[in-house]
């Protein structure tokens, strides 16, 4: 893994929470309250378990650069 893919992935990080902070925004003015707690953390989970994921794989990526 090069420096320029690591690089890569911040950039795609980036806008994918660029992405979900759009959609929250969106998401809660179109609904003004009428979807429970439930139904929107449902909807986050997959979103946020990805996001996890994504960084966890960036941290070994830095990490086997550094090392």
Known sequence: MSIDSVLSNCRALREHKTKVKYHHISLCYKTRGYLSEERIALQ??????????HLADMKYDCARIIA
């Open 44 to 53: 986050y989970y997959d979103v946020i378990k990805t996001h996890s994921e």
